[in-house]
């Protein structure tokens, strides 16, 4: 049998128009296991704006990261992202919890400054849906920009929804004690804070 596999190699290498033992494209890209190929596992949005107040997000539209954007605004202070990371999305007896991070450029009158944010948002199976952002930065003198808000917001606004992807279900988890996602500890009807270099310029409870 191996003197079969011998004179297998060598009939393969006799031809001189094309390199010996080389895959073709096309095979190559067929052997890769699409599972192996990174995309969303859930996707989410919102587009609240109360009053002045905005809160517009797409995470993931069609399943891909292309097209994402998180953008905010209440008072005289803003942030819009730059880029936004993968999101992580987790069930709970309450309903589903999307969370993301990435980087952004926030505003708060003349201050201009890059940083990173976190956004989650929450659909409930029962009630008003919930939204948590927070966002921190420095401008280029290292004066410091710190947004926080937090709303309650109506059903139809806001949307997570897991992604039909054969990973999903080993992204999912139903810990709803994780400090992360204990959302509704942390607010209370509402609230928008901003803070400029560790002093609270904007703030409700």
Do not use: W
């Amino acid at each position: 049998m191996s003197s079969h596999k011998r004179n297998y190699a060598s009939s393969r290498c006799n031809s001189r128009l094309k390199p010996c033992d080389v895959v073709p494209v096309s095979k190559v890209l067929k052997a890769i296991d699409v599972c192996d190929i990174a995309k969303c596992d859930c996707a989410g949005s919102v587009n609240f704006q109360p009053g002045s107040d905005k809160y517009i997000a797409n995470i993931c539209p069609n399943c891909t990261l292309q097209g994402s954007f998180v953008s905010t605004a209440f008072v005289t202070s803003t942030f819009n992202s730059t880029f936004v990371h993968l999101p992580q999305c987790i069930s709970t007896t309450q309903g589903t919890i999307l969370q993301v991070t990435g980087f952004g450029t926030l505003t708060f009158d003349e201050l201009i400054a890059q940083g990173t944010f976190m956004l989650q948002l929450v659909e409930n199976l029962t009630g008003d849906d919930q939204l948590l952002f927070s966002a921190i930065g420095f401008d280029q003198d290292g004066n410091s920009i710190d947004l926080s808000s937090g709303q309650f917001v109506p059903d139809e606004l806001l949307t997570v929804s897991f992604c039909n992807s054969c990973c999903s279900p080993c992204q999912r988890m139903t810990n709803n004690t994780s400090a992360p996602f204990n959302l509704g500890k942390e607010l209370n009807k509402g609230f928008a804070r901003v803070i400029i270099n560790g002093e609270i310029v904007m703030g409700e409870p």
